[in-house]
């Protein structure tokens, strides 16, 4: 099992940063993928960014330039930087942990995110 714990969420004005950590614990493999997911009222839950634990990065058209995901060299800690932030980032977000020789998903409690304008 792992858990993964959010936080960083809260209130921000258009224009405005934010910086998400969410920390997973448990039986973590080596070789796996990290990511942020969000979900707006209304809409399905959808990728923002994603990193392997190679280093490599995916993100989302609507956040390239203005989002950032990053982990810690231990692969227990990942981070989402976002800068530049639109009311239409608003949302909860989730992350979650996949295992790359294991497909099975595991989310966080999620964090919510409000952009005012």
């Known amino acids: 099992q792992v858990q993964l714990v959010e936080s960083g969420g809260g209130l921000v004005q258009a224009g405005g940063s934010l910086r998400l950590s969410c920390a997973a614990s448990g039986n973590i493999f080596d070789r796996n993928v990290m990511g942020w997911y969000r979900q707006a009222p209304g809409r399905q839950r959808e990728l923002v960014a994603s990193?392997?634990?190679?280093?490599?990065?995916t993100y989302a058209d609507s956040v390239k330039g203005r989002f950032t995901i990053s982990r810690d060299n231990a692969g227990s800690w990942v981070y989402l930087q976002m800068n530049s932030l639109k009311p239409e980032d608003t949302g909860v977000y989730y992350c979650n942990y996949r295992p790359l020789l294991k497909p099975v998903d595991y989310w966080g409690q999620g964090t919510l995110v409000t952009v005012s304008s």
């Open positions: 990193i392997f634990s190679g280093g490599p990065t």
